[in-house]
C-alpha cells in the first residue's frame, strides 16, 4: 500500500476534473467590480459558497474577496492546494479571520475602507469576526451579487442545458416503466435517484435562502401533493417523517389518481426544474381540466419572458386570468400552501433572481433563467401542473426541459 501523501503535499488534478475556463472566470469577476463601483464600494467578500464558486471556480472554507477593480484572492482555511488547481486567483492559507487583512496584503490586495458582505446567508457571529478583524461596519451586497449571478453567460447556460436534458431524459425515458399501481412514492423516488446519479446528477442541490433545504426533487402521489409542506414552494408533500418532508413517502400509487413528478437535474453545480404528471389508468375529468388550465397558464406566462418586460407585471397579468378560472383557489397550491410566486430564477441556487412575483420590477434581460410552474392541487385526485426551465434571449424564451406536457397515461 502507498503511504498517505504529507499534508503539505498537492497532488495533481485528476484528468476527469474540468476547471471552470479563467477567461469565463475572470469577466464574471470584472461583471460584479463594475457593480461594486457603481455602488461605491472598494470590494466585497463572498461568501456563500455558490457565490464564492461562481468567481473562482473552486469551493473550499475561506474568505473570497473581489476588488472593484475585478481582482479576485482567496484566503482560504481548508483545500488550498485545490483551489490552486482549479481557480487562476492567489491563494493563501489563513486560520482564523483576525489574519485576513495581513493575508491580503501580502498577496497584494487593497482592501478600502467601503466593503460588502452578503448579509443576507452570512451568520451575524461571522459579521462581528470580520467586522472586528477590519475596523469597520461591512455593507450589504446581497442583492448586487444575485443580480450580477442572474444575468448568465453562454457558459453557464450550456450547463444547465446539459442538467435539463438529464432530468427530461429520466422523466420521460427512464421513470414511466416502474409507475405502477401500488408502488409507493419513496420507491420511485429512490429508483430515479439512483439513475440520475448514475448518468451524472452531483446530488447536491443549493438554495440561498436560510433555514432552507432541498432535496434532489420528490414524486407526490394523490392527496399528498397538496398535504402541507415547509418547503416554499407549491408541491405539498407527506414524506417520510415530520423532521425530513421531502424525497418521496408512504403513500402508494393508486388507479386513476394523478402522481407529480418534480425533480431538479443537476451537473457540473447548475440547476433546472421540471415537473411532469403521470397516472396509472384514465385520470379524473377535473384533473384533466386542471392540467388544461396548467398549460394555459404556462403559454400566458413564457410568452411575456422577453427582454424589458418585469416579472411584477406578468405575475399581474397571470394572476388576473387565473383568478377568473375555478382552480384559483388551488392554483399555485392547496390551500395554506399557495405561494406567491409563479416563477423562480434558477443557477447554482434553486432560488436565484429573477422570481415571477410582486416587487421583483427589474426588467427582464437576455441571460435571465427561469423555473416557471403553474400548478393545481385538488386533493384526493393528486397534483397536477407543468414546469419548464427557460433562458430569456433577444427575442424570446428558449426551452431548456422539453418534452410532452401532457398528462402521460400508463
Given amino acids: 500500500m502507498n503511504p498517505s501523501p504529507p499534508t503539505n503535499a498537492r497532488l495533481a488534478a485528476p484528468a476527469h476534473l474540468t476547471a471552470v475556463p479563467e477567461a469565463e472566470l475572470r469577466a464574471r469577476a470584472e461583471r460584479f467590480a463594475r457593480r461594486l463601483r457603481a455602488d461605491g464600494l472598494d470590494g466585497a467578500f463572498l461568501l456563500h459558497p455558490s457565490s464564492a464558486f461562481w468567481v473562482t ?28 488547481n482549479e481557480s487562476p486567483w492567489p491563494v493563501a ?19 478600502g475602507d ?44 450550456e450547463w444547465i442545458e446539459r442538467a435539463g436534458k438529464l432530468v427530461s431524459h429520466a422523466m420521460d425515458v427512464t421513470l414511466p416503466p416502474h ?40 414524486i407526490s402521489a394523490g392527496l399528498s401533493a397538496s398535504y402541507p409542506c415547509y418547503f416554499d414552494g407549491p408541491d405539498g408533500l407527506e414524506g417520510l417523517y415530520p423532521a425530513i418532508q421531502q424525497g418521496g413517502g408512504e403513500r402508494r400509487i393508486e388507479r386513476g389518481v394523478t402522481v407529480l413528478v418534480d425533480f ?9 426544474d421540471r415537473t411532469r404528471v403521470v397516472c396509472v389508468g384514465e385520470p379524473a375529468s377535473e384533473a384533466r381540466a386542471a392540467h388544461e388550465f396548467c398549460a394555459e397558464m404556462l403559454e400566458a406566462i413564457v410568452s411575456r419572458l422577453r427582454p424589458g418586460v418585469a416579472p411584477s407585471a406578468i405575475w399581474d397579468d397571470v394572476m388576473a386570468l387565473a383568478g377568473k378560472s375555478p382552480f384559483a383557489d388551488r392554483f399555485m397550491g392547496f390551500g395554506e400552501n399557495q405561494v406567491k410566486f409563479l416563477g423562480h430564477g434558477v ?22 433563467v427561469l423555473a416557471v410552474e403553474p400548478k393545481v392541487f385538488l386533493g384526493a385526485a393528486g397534483g397536477v401542473g407543468i414546469e419548464n426551465t427557460y433562458v430569456v434571449t433577444e427575442s424570446e424564451a428558449r426551452n431548456l426541459t422539453p418534452g410532452s406536457e401532457m398528462i402521460r397515461v400508463l
Fill in 57 to 84: 471556480g473552486t469551493l473550499s472554507q475561506g474568505w473570497t474577496f473581489v476588488d472593484a477593480d475585478g481582482r479576485v484572492w482567496l484566503p482560504l482555511r481548508t483545500s488550498v492546494g485545490r483551489a490552486a
Fill in 93 to 111: 492559507a489563513v486560520t482564523h479571520p483576525a489574519e485576513l487583512p495581513a493575508a491580503l496584503t501580502a498577496l497584494g490586495a487593497t482592501v
Fill in 179 to 218: 409507475v405502477k399501481e401500488g408502488v409507493r412514492e419513496i420507491d420511485l423516488n429512490a429508483f430515479l435517484e439512483g439513475e440520475m446519479r448514475r448518468a451524472g446528477h452531483q446530488g447536491t442541490l443549493r438554495v440561498r435562502r436560510w433555514n432552507l433545504e432541498m432535496h434532489m426533487g420528490t
Fill in 114 to 157: 467601503a466593503i460588502g458582505l452578503e448579509l443576507d446567508v452570512v451568520p451575524a457571529a461571522d459579521v462581528a469576526r470580520l467586522e472586528k478583524a477590519f475596523g469597520l461596519a461591512f455593507r450589504d451586497v446581497s442583492r448586487a451579487i444575485r443580480e450580477t449571478r442572474a444575468v448568465k453567460s453562454a457558459y453557464e447556460i
Fill in 264 to 272: 431538479v437535474g443537476a451537473m457540473g453545480g447548475y440547476l433546472a
Fill in 347 to 368: 443557477g447554482l441556487d434553486l432560488d436565484e433572481f429573477p422570481v415571477i412575483a410582486r416587487r421583483f420590477d427589474a426588467p427582464l434581460q437576455p441571460g435571465h
